[in-house]
């Protein structure tokens, strides 16, 4: 009897044990967690679903995270890309976003890239888009009363940067949601020599350039500044109708305490950074699981294996001309040994006529990308050179074929064929003969899979994960407050002075 009573009480104490531990672990988090704003608009799904993936990770870090969402994009209004933290939505902003997007999709599938002028146009829709936001600053209330100690904006429109100093969120962390972005490098003074550095956006070049390439290359990188600053002087002159002493947009993002960048630095070509510069690409890939029984089925179809064709949401498939459907149909109706699975949109009603009589093809308005790409039976990956799915590709080792439409695109497909893991069809050199020849080579020539398998490797082997690294320095900025000890002085300089042209100039004059 005695020995039970002994047990007893040795078992409740074991259990009282674990709830204080419990409880002392829950106290910690709730005392070390801070609260955190996403500014994340509605560009397209993937960029929510990048910042929903950051919004998760740091829920489920124990932060208490609001994700706000303008929505710009009318398709996404029910969609937020994350599934653990609180949504805030400002829908109806302005129907300027769609409009602009409207046969936009046509545009870019049909020229080379987007030239200056139509990247000028955007940074006007942005602003009439951010001018209509701040219309509707009495609904940002909510958020202005909820003591935030961080906020992360991405580098696509700095509209967000705005609203988070009109907030009064001093400590910034800044997202690169591609490759280092130049209006990023530029404002942060991280220095980007376009001897080697080639520009993110519309930019064929990879870091081994020629004379002209070179040449070319500065001419798009003093572009992209020029239309950086007459983007941020529009989105500046917004803010300062409510107060006129407010900071140039440009100089709250060069404050930020830290910047992270959506691309694994075992892919990315190799470049300078500053010490803020936090890499975590592939973050928030998880384990893939298993497909349901229709994509199955669908993955066991073809006697040597399956071909993805999936070109995105913001320029899918139909924008391609007639003529480039037919030599995709008459490509695939040649390889009868191979199944192709193309994803196509919802308001697609063209692509499936060019596909009838093709019976080693599937359309499908989704699929589990991340999960299929793990499929043994999956052999190529076609796609647009989106940053998150050349990353999920990457992981799971997939070679590619990348047709890049816009912005960073290019570069992606670069730094893939730069890796050896794939190779670029430029969008006007499609044709029959391009599209099988290069298919053919991705697929027979083993050195592509061989490469994209050390990749893998590389990426998921390094020494801290993307989660730890987004975490661990998220939690640093909460404690510590604004990281001015990492701004780096040639943010701070002009022209003349951080190319030292003044010494020079004086230097001459002396010798002369």
Known sequence: MLDFLLLTMLMRCVKLTWILLWMLFYLDITINAGKILVYSPSYSHSHLISNGRIADTLVNAGHDVVMFIPEYLSSTTKFSGSKLAKIIRMNNISSRYDEGLLGGETEMMRQKNLNFASRLAFEHIGYEMCAALLD?????????????????????????????????????LWISTTPIMDAVSYDLGIPAPPSYVPTIEENDNGDVMTLWQRAYNFYMYIGAIYIHRKGTDMITKIFKKFDPNFPNVREIAANASLCFVNV?????????????????????????????????????????????????????????TDITKIAFANVFRSMPDYHFILKIAKDDVTTASFLEDVPNSDLVEWLPQSDILAHPRLKLFIMHGGINGVMEAMLRAVPVIVIPIFADQFRNGRNVEKRGAGKVIL??????????????????????????????????????????????????????????????????????????????TVAIVLLW
């Open 264 to 320: 694994d630095e075992m892919f990315d070509l190799p470049r300078p950074i500053i010490h803020k510069t936090i890499y975590i690409g592939g973050l928030g890939i998880k384990q893939p699981k298993k497909l349901d029984q229709k994509f199955s089925n669908l993955m066991e179809k073809g006697r040597k294996g399956v071909i993805i064709v999936s070109m995105g949401t913001i320029a899918p498939f139909h924008g391609f």
């Open 136 to 172: 509707r600053r009495n609904e940002l209330d909510e958020l202005r009363n909820y003591g935030f100690d961080v906020a992360f904006a991405e580098q696509i429109e700095f509209c967000g940067i705005g609203v988070i100093r009109y907030l009064g969120i001093k400590n910034l």
């Open 427 to 504: 969008k006007l050199d499609l044709t029959e003969i391009t599209i099988r020849n290069t298919i053919r080579d991705v697929i027979e020539n083993e050195s592509y899979k061989a490469n994209a398998v050390r990749l893998s490797k590389l990426m998921s082997e390094k020494p801290f994960t993307a989660e730890e690294r987004l975490v661990k320095w998220t939690d640093f900025a909460v404690r510590h407050g604004v990281l001015d000890v990492l701004h780096v002085q040639g943010s701070r300089m002009n022209f003349i002075q951080y190319h030292n042209l003044d010494v020079f």
